[in-house]
């Protein structure tokens, strides 16, 4: 059974760790007075005008 779950197990394992490692450090930076999330940031008006030169970047290289 060992053979059979262990991918399973060691990648539940994986997930588990960094769920918890980002909710620690969420809470961490809560705490300081941070927000790590701030619904602003997931506009697409927003998300565009921050890819705009980064686009700009790719298409001048090539």
Do not use: D
Not at 16 to 44: D, Q
């Amino acid at each position: 059974m060992i053979k059979h779950w262990g991918c399973i197990s060691s990648f539940s394992n994986l997930v588990v760790t960094e769920l918890f490692l980002f909710i620690f450090t969420y809470i961490l930076l809560r705490r300081k007075g941070l927000n790590v999330i701030n619904p602003h940031y997931f506009k697409v008006s927003i998300m565009k005008e921050y890819l705009k030169p980064l686009k700009n970047k790719i298409i001048e290289k090539k």
